[in-house]
């Protein structure tokens, strides 16, 4: 088992940064990828970016478009969202996943996001 919790959420005004954690505990031994997700009222949660153990990444770019950054410290058992620009848009609840193989399996509980404009 892994436990996520994410933190670094708040209200931001548009144009503005935020970074997200997510800390991982429990069985960090593994090699697992790391991912964000965000889920705005009345939408479905989608996808933003993942990392793997080695540090390569992937992104939704129909989401990002070069705007986040996804890193992580393994060391931390820590990953991170660096969030710049943000839109009114981009508020949602942000969720912190984590996965050894191809499905997430652990899920954080989420951090509110509101970009105020």
């Known amino acids: 088992q892994v436990q996520l919790v994410e933190s670094g959420g708040g209200l931001v005004q548009a144009g503005g940064s935020l970074r997200l954690s997510c800390a991982a505990s429990?069985?960090?031994?593994?090699?697992?990828?790391m991912a964000w997700f965000r889920q705005a009222p009345g939408k479905e949660r989608e996808f933003l970016a993942d990392?793997?153990?080695?540090?390569?990444?992937?992104y939704n770019p129909n989401s990002v478009k070069g705007r986040f950054t996804i890193s992580r410290d393994n060391a931390k058992n820590t990953a991170y969202l660096q969030m710049n620009s943000l839109k009114p848009e981009d508020t949602a609840v942000y969720y912190c996943?984590?996965?050894?193989?191809?499905?997430?399996?652990?899920w954080g509980q989420g951090t509110q996001v509101t970009v105020s404009s």
């Open positions: 996943a984590a996965r050894i193989r191809a499905t997430y399996n652990y």
């Open positions: 429990g069985r960090t031994g593994s090699t697992y990828a």
């Open positions: 990392i793997t153990w080695s540090g390569g990444s992937t």
